[in-house]
């Protein structure tokens, strides 16, 4: 009989690594470019905009939006099964844990706003391409936003590079305390290397570019 649950988890893991974490490294990269000024980011984004529509749709759409999916439903299915104990324990692993799901009801709600009025209503319905000046604009112009963002960019980070370590266990890659240790140090590293990258360029947008 086979069990869907042992590869339901597996294939959720690797989603979120490979489909849903290069879409966030590559969303940084592309955004790190915003410390040069707006013409080094609207380079970039113009880049992109040379990839003919419908193959960017098709990768939007398979590459992004239906793995999103599925480790969005999946992940609501896992986080009503767990039970979070910070408090209790108060070992680092269980902190982890319950921010890896704290995180991912956030991020749900984020990715639906961000997504929907950015991508689908700025830029599908009225037409209007992202730019340098809109998202400035944008981030500048209320301070909740730019708090919402920021909060929402780091919870992103920090599930990615956690859910690294998740899925190195899960996969049987790192085998004992000692090696899981190690994971998820070098995980949090990289979480606090994309935060400050993340920090510097989303700031930027405040300071006068001559």
Do not use: D
């Not at 707006?38 to 398979?62: D, R, T």
């Amino acid at each position: 009989m086979i069990n869907t649950t042992f590869y339901a988890r597996r294939l959720h893991s690797l989603v979120g690594l490979l489909a849903l974490g290069g879409f966030l490294m590559e969303h940084i990269l592309t955004n790190a470019s915003a410390l040069g000024g707006a013409e080094a980011l609207n380079g970039k984004l113009a880049m992109m905009e040379l990839i003919p529509k419908p193959i960017f749709l098709g990768l939007e759409v398979g590459a992004v939006a239906i793995p999103f999916l599925f480790h969005a439903i999946y992940g609501i299915y896992i986080c009503m099964q767990a039970k979070n104990n910070p408090t209790k324990y108060g070992y680092l692993n269980n902190w982890n844990f319950a921010f890896q799901r704290w995180t991912a009801w956030f991020l749900l709600v984020f990715l639906v706003w961000h997504v929907g009025y950015l991508r689908c209503y700025v830029k599908g319905v009225l037409g209007t391409p992202i730019t340098y000046e809109l998202i400035q604009s944008y981030v500048t112009g209320s301070p909740i936003v730019f708090v919402l963002y920021l909060i929402g960019m780091l919870a992103a980070i920090f599930h990615f590079t956690n859910g690294i370590t998740t899925f190195l266990m899960t996969w049987g890659v790192v085998k004992g305390h000692r090696a899981q240790k190690v994971a998820g140090i070098l995980s949090m590293m990289l979480c606090a290397a994309l935060s400050l990258v993340t920090i510097a360029f989303m700031v930027s947008y405040f300071v006068p570019m001559h």
